[in-house]
Every structure is written in C-alpha cells, then in structure tokens.
C-alpha cells in the first residue's frame, strides 16, 4: 500500500468571499457566476481584509487515500 502527500500549498487569500459551487452544471454557470463575480468585485474592498493576501493560507489539494493503484474509480 503507498501513501501520498496531500498536495497541499501555501499561498496568500485571493481575496474573493464567494464562488459557484462546483456542483453546479457547467451549462448553468455561466448565468451563476456574473452575479457571483459582480458581488466579489462589490466586497473586494472588504475580502482584502477577510481573506487577505498577506496572510498564508493552506490551500489543500486533492486527497489521495492509501491505495494500491492510485487510479480513480471508472464512471
């Protein structure tokens, strides 16, 4: 059995307070993230602050439980 890193980096905030959510059609969101966008563009002077670039943050990558192949599941 092998085990991987997390895939995990640092980096500063983006310093956007909302996004689409990923499980929304992509047919669907193009009509979701103008609103979404105009709105972080609105609160940017606010998100600077909330999720500021300055600050690290720990962006976490895909996790890789333990396994013997590593390969995704077939849809």
């Not at 992509?26 to 609105?42: E, F, S």
């Amino acid at each position: 059995m092998s085990y991987y890193p997390t895939g995990a980096f640092i980096a500063g905030g983006t310093g956007y307070l909302w996004q689409t959510h990923e499980t929304i059609p992509d047919g669907y969101r193009r009509y979701t993230d103008v609103p979404v966008a105009t709105a972080n563009i609105i609160a940017l002077p606010v998100g600077v602050f909330v999720e500021s670039p300055w600050e690290k943050q720990v962006y976490r990558g895909e996790p890789v439980p333990p396994t013997y192949t590593a390969q995704p599941p077939l849809p």
